[in-house]
């Protein structure tokens, strides 16, 4: 069975432009997390979907970050204008219940 | 609201010797979860151990074990016979009780292997 995957595994991007970045879940887990880890600070929580629903976005950190799951299946999390910031290790991951299931990360990198 | 604490950055064990990372949270919480996840270097999370608060006894997953307490609100990881493939950073992470919800993560701690 598939893992969690996330595209691209690494961007690099100018200060003002727009990433987005995708998470495709486990096939079958409802719940898909979204967490971010900047430089050197500990993992934090962005926002929670239960199938295409936003079931907690308390994380996320102002409005140009959003994230969509269409059709309750891989999520996209897009970065609108990207700031300095911004740099870090965006997670995704997936969780049929008590346990996640977590995707490589992508590593974003905004100069 | 809920934190979680590791106050070791690095750590280092010499293989087939046994290490203990530690790890506080605080919560007002009586029940939730407790999980120890492995990330080894440019490699995906995965998840080591679990813990459900309303047991007593302490998890144990083959090398792995942990000492929870409680009443201290500590969750240290213990790593037996240790083995150079278990060289990763290491991070405690609670969550509420309850079929879903977000961890809850410390700041990790890396661990090196010594051959």
């Known amino acids: 069975e598939a893992g969690v995957t996330q595209f691209p595994s690494h961007s690099v991007i100018e200060k003002g432009q727009t990433v987005t970045l995708r998470c495709d879940p486990i096939?079958?887990?409802?719940?898909l997390y979204w967490y971010r880890r900047v430089m050197g600070k500990e993992i934090k929580f962005l926002l929670h979907?239960?199938?295409?629903?936003?079931?907690?976005e308390s994380g996320m950190p102002n409005n140009r970050f959003l994230a969509e799951r269409t059709g309750g299946t891989y999520s996209t999390l897009k970065v609108q204008p990207a700031e300095l910031e911004d740099s870090g290790v965006y997670f995704c991951?997936?969780?049929?219940?008590?346990?996640?299931?977590f995707g490589p990360g992508t590593r974003l990198t905004v100069t | 609201a809920q934190t979680v604490t590791q106050s070791q950055p690095e750590m280092s064990v010499q293989e087939a010797e046994t290490v203990t990372l530690s790890c506080t949270y605080d919560t007002s919480e009586s029940d939730y979860y407790l999980f120890w996840y492995k990330q080894p270097p440019s490699r995906q999370m995965i998840l080591v151990i679990r813990?459900?608060?309303?047991?007593?006894q302490n998890a144990t997953e083959n090398r792995f074990s942990v000492n929870f307490q409680k009443a201290a609100k500590s969750f240290s990881l213990k790593i037996s016979d240790s083995q150079l493939g278990d060289a990763a950073m290491y991070f405690c992470?609670?969550?509420?009780?309850?079929?879903?919800?977000?961890?809850?993560f410390g700041q990790g701690t890396t661990l090196q292997v010594k051959p």
């Open positions: 991951a997936s969780s049929p219940g008590v346990e996640q299931y």
């Open positions: 096939s079958g887990h409802d719940n």
């Open positions: 979907f239960v199938k295409e629903s936003k079931q907690d």
């Open positions: 992470a609670y969550r509420k009780l309850g079929n879903t919800g977000k961890l809850i």
């Open positions: 813990q459900e608060a309303y047991k007593q």
